[in-house]
């Protein structure tokens, strides 16, 4: 299955290939104010189709997690890192996922707080 997503104004767009079946929704103090529904993919199946230099990257923490951001609209549509086995991976926001209807993805709560 073929996805499309992007920020609100269009900026920021990519294409992820996977089978959605589940999302994650964390409690650190970034997902819990933003609000995502994370879904880690492995980065290959991941593509970006817009400029690298229109979405600005946010760390914290371990500076693990790249998140990245709209420059303009301000809105996350996706971050990018590595699992703990050294595998290059993307977080897809389902929720920027376009004609797709996020709700209907099971989602586990994950206690990244803990991280
Ligand atoms: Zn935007």
């Known amino acids: 299955m073929?996805?499309?997503?992007?920020?609100q104004c269009g900026k920021v767009a990519y294409e992820v290939e996977g089978e959605l079946k589940e999302a994650m929704a964390c409690n650190c103090s970034m997902c819990s104010r933003k609000g995502s529904l994370l879904w880690f993919v492995p980065r290959e199946q991941f593509k970006l189709l817009t400029s690298e230099s229109d979405a600005a990257t946010y760390t914290f923490n371990k500076h693990a997690i790249e998140h990245r951001f709209c420059k303009s609209c301000g809105i996350h549509p996706y971050a990018q890192g590595?699992?703990?086995?050294?595998?290059?991976?993307?977080?897809?926001?389902?929720?920027?996922?376009?004609?797709?209807?996020?709700?209907?993805?099971?989602?586990?709560?994950?206690?990244?707080?803990?991280?």
């Open 2 to 7: 073929k996805y499309r997503g992007s920020c």
């Open 82 to 115: 590595t699992d703990p086995r050294g595998n290059k991976m993307a977080a897809i926001n389902i929720r920027c996922l376009e004609n797709f209807e996020f709700e209907t993805v099971p989602v586990k709560q994950v206690n990244g707080r803990a991280f």
